[in-house]
């Protein structure tokens, strides 16, 4: 089964820099890559996605960078503010979606 | 939280008691999962239904069962033979299963099960 790793677990930025988040795949067949957002005793909420055609997508302040060759994507959050504190998922998915483990982001005033 | 309930928010539980976990929906999606999240680790599937009166398990489904008798609902039970059964319960629904992996799922707000 598809096996996604996360990194870096916790990331601590300052107001107004950026947060990168990496996550690897191992199954070649999946296609589809979805990032979610997920606030202290909530459910997630999906916050970007992209497919297995499209390089790179972006909405507004957030970014997300696939490389299929190398069974890599990432997530890019500029100019962090506090509200965007919170645990993010990244998630591969053929017919299925299989979560990294976590990070969790905090962001400094 | 989308179109997804759960309820309750918090339960509490005696060891050896089985325990149901209510999730409905209105979105009018085919499909329902249902995760299971420990602290510091991701999301593990548990079960998933594609349609009415189908369902699979997933990753954990030991000690778990489910039903599926109405497209909106899909109730989870933590039965006593779940060795640890506390930790936080997700459902989740999308459009359908679909074998091109595009599968957006929408998650609702989760039930805290604690065992005593």
Redesign the interface.
Known sequence: ?EN?E?HP?TLSVQEGDSAVIKCTYSDS????F?W?KQEL??????II?I??NVGEKKDQRIAVTLNKTAKHFSLHITETQPEDSAVY?CAA?????S????TTVTVRA | ?GG?T?SPKYLFRKEGQNVTLSCEQNLNHDAMYWYRQDP??????IY?SQIVNDFQK??IAEGYSVSREKKESFPLTVTSAQKNPTAFY?C?SSID??????????????T?LTVL
């Open positions: 089964g996604v996360q677990s067949a999946s296609n589809y979805p979610y005793g909530k459910g997630p909420q999906l996605d497919r297995s998922f998915s053929d017919y299925k979606l979560f990294g483990a976590g | 939280d997804i759960q510091g680790q991701g999301l593990r599937l998933y997933g990753d997700l989740a299963l679909q074998t091109s992996g595009y599968n957006e799922q929408f998650f609702g707000p989760g805290r």
